[in-house]
């Protein structure tokens, strides 16, 4: 089955700068990688998901690149802010929808 | 989107009882999951559930011990049974409607097991 390894497991940046968290999957039938913000006492909240087919994805401050052929995908957050603060999971899939795998996740703190 | 509403938010619970948790969706939804998130951990899949029809359970998991029921398309219940402390986790439904659309997740419910 499929198995999602996510690094680092922490992660703290001076606010301002950028953040970059990886994850490297192995299953070549997943197809759909979405990234989950956790923040303390809630849900998972989608930020940003990227399909099989594109391999850069940019929503403002947040950015997923996605090389295929390594099996694996990037976070990118540029200026950082506070309010970024949470743990990030990424996962993957055979297609959005259905049962994601989820990689250990990383917590980011954003220092002012 | 879709909104979820999970019930309840929180429970501590004594060994050895059982909980329901229950999950609402706002609309008509496909795929539902039950997820649980152990202290500080990922989230792991527990099963699937299906509407009409036995749950499909991830491995490691067993109907005995976290029966599912979905009666329609908006509902769906995780039962954690005869409890232990290794049962405190963070128990989260999610839905999805497969094809193009993302997977949403309730807030979650926080169990204490004493």
């Known amino acids: 089955g499929e198995n999602v390894e996510q690094h680092p497991s922490t992660l703290s940046v001076q606010e301002g700068d950028s953040a970059v968290i990886k994850c490297t999957y192995s299953d070549s039938a997943s197809n759909y990688f979405p990234w989950y913000k956790q923040e303390l006492g809630k849900g998972p909240q989608l930020i940003i998901d990227i399909r099989s087919n594109v391999g850069e994805k940019k929503d403002q401050r947040i950015a997923v690149t996605l090389n295929k052929t390594a099996k694996h995908f990037s976070l990118h957050i540029t200026e950082t802010q506070p309010e970024d603060s949470a743990v990030y999971f990424c996962?993957?899939?055979?297609?959005?929808?259905?049962?994601?795998?989820f990689g250990k996740g990383t917590t980011l703190s954003v220092s002012s | 989107s879709a909104v979820i509403s999970q019930k309840p938010s929180r429970d501590i619970c004594q060994r050895g009882t059982s909980l329901t948790i229950q999950c609402q969706v706002d609309?008509?939804?496909?795929?539902m999951f039950w997820y649980r998130q152990q202290p500080g951990q990922s989230l792991t899949l527990i099963a699937t559930?299906?509407?009409?029809?036995?749950?499909?359970?991830e491995s490691g998991f067993v109907i005995d011990k976290f029966p599912i029921s979905r009666p329609n398309l908006t509902f769906s219940t995780l039962t954690v049974s005869n409890m232990s402390p290794e049962d405190s986790s963070i128990y989260l439904c999610s839905v999805g409607n497969g094809g193009n659309t993302e997977a949403f997740f309730g807030q979650g419910t926080r169990l204490t097991v004493v």
């Open positions: 559930a299906n509407q009409g029809s036995e749950a499909t359970y």
């Open positions: 609309s008509q939804v496909t795929m």
């Open positions: 996962a993957a899939s055979p297609q959005a929808g259905t049962a994601l795998i």
